[in-house]
């Protein structure tokens, strides 16, 4: 991915910013540098904290990116499927409810989330759910859309 542009976040952006991960996911992200990077063929927008790729823009929206899950262990908007899923949701697929063994309940439709695997709580994609958090166990449907996975271009960027 061709970088277009980067530059450090102003303090307002930078509190704006851990506010939202916050509310979102109960982390508290702390750094001395915040370097919003922008791509040129792609609509990826990625803050760089101490270097390292751990927000990415999700429709305008922050969020965590796989790495910065996996560096902050969120607690909130939380989906973690069994051993059977892990290789379709590494690979970029949608979550199915059969592979979902637990959602957290202040998921709602539309909310970005996290998706890991229940073994070692690894996080394996980030996602934007289809229903609320209670109604993701079952036995049918598609529940999450995945947006960014593990070996994705996102994933592979380093700052």
Request: hydrophobic share 35%; charged share 30%; net charge negative.
């Amino acid at each position: 991915m061709q970088v277009k542009s980067r530059h450090h976040l102003r303090s307002d952006a930078v509190s704006d910013l851990e506010e939202t991960l916050e509310d979102q996911l109960g982390v508290s992200p702390e750094g001395d540098a915040y370097e919003r990077v922008e791509f040129e063929e792609t609509d990826w927008e990625v803050v760089l904290i101490d270097g390292q790729p751990r927000v990415a823009y999700f429709d305008e929206e922050p969020f965590l990116t796989v790495r910065g899950a996996n560096a902050y262990e969120p607690e909130k908007r939380l989906v973690t499927v069994d051993a059977g899923a892990v290789s379709f949701v590494s690979d970029g697929a949608d979550v199915m409810r059969p592979g979902i063994t637990e959602a957290t309940d202040d998921i709602s439709p539309d909310d970005l989330i996290v998706i890991a695997e229940e073994s070692h709580g690894k996080v394996l994609a980030v996602g934007r759910a289809r229903v609320d958090g209670a109604d993701m166990v079952g036995d049918d449907g598609k529940v999450v859309d995945s947006l960014h996975h593990v070996g994705d271009e996102l994933y592979e960027f380093s700052g």
